[in-house]
């Protein structure tokens, strides 16, 4: 989220949503008041992608989790996500299944974007592949096994973007790469794998569109590229 100016009164605690002449999501880049909500629509070449057609999502509650105040963002697969907001920027510290009973810790946090968004700003995660599949073993995805060491940049700040929901300004370009190693095929044997994505952001809106890409086409293992475009928001 970028930084506010300051303000008086000043912002009480992690869960403050005021700043000086609008709220604060109003300024953010991934806004979390309960009862906002998207709907990403797939875009693909793909001819089976192991992904959904559409993706809904929405902030349902504002909690503590042993302690921290997070945001709860749920899915419409029926999944939970735990958002925390401090001075380092926005991360994601857990999540839950609806065939669990409490949340399940991050390893460390997910990192969704810094406090300081400016271009060249660089972090570290890792990520699952979820596109690449074994063509001849089983079972076919990649995501229970691999981890993929992924540094990300902000790319841009200003940028325009046109998506079904509508033109969006200003928006904030992420940019991730990364790799893993893997065993290709008898010819290659282990090499690196590459993913590549990226994700904007726009002020007073949130993740307007996703890309990601993860290439390859041999005997033993396939893979893609997809975008997901957001349709609807609802604030």
Not at 18 to 36: K, M, R, T, Y
Request: charged share 25%; aromatic share 8%.
């Amino acid at each position: 989220m970028r930084p506010l100016p300051l303000c008086a009164p000043a912002l009480i605690g992690a869960l403050a949503l005021a700043a000086c002449n609008a709220p604060q999501d109003e300024q953010s880049h991934f806004p979390l008041h309960v009862g906002a909500r998207w709907t990403y629509a797939l875009q693909t070449d793909m001819a089976r992608p192991p992904v959904d057609a559409t993706l809904a999502l929405s902030v349902v509650r504002k909690e503590t989790l042993e302690g921290e105040p997070v945001t709860v963002r749920r899915s419409e697969s029926g999944v939970e996500y735990y958002i925390r907001e401090d001075a380092s920027g926005i991360a994601r510290i857990a999540s839950r299944t609806d065939l669990e009973e409490r949340p399940q810790r991050d390893e460390t946090p997910i990192r969704i974007l810094p406090a300081q968004l400016q271009p060249g700003v660089e972090w570290t995660g890792t990520v699952a592949p979820v596109l690449l599949q074994r063509e001849l073993e089983f079972p076919h995805e990649l995501k229970y096994e691999y981890r993929a060491s992924m540094v990300y940049r902000i790319a841009a700040i200003d940028e325009v973007l046109e998506v079904p929901a509508g033109r969006l300004h200003p928006c904030v370009r992420v940019e991730g790469r990364g790799s893993f190693k893997i065993y290709k095929d008898g010819l290659t044997g282990v090499a690196d794998q590459s993913i590549a994505s990226t994700e904007w952001y726009c002020k007073g809106v949130g993740l307007a569109r996703f890309d990601r890409d993860e290439p390859a086409d041999s005997r033993m293992l396939k893979g893609g590229k997809v975008s997901y475009v957001l349709t609807d928001y609802v604030r």
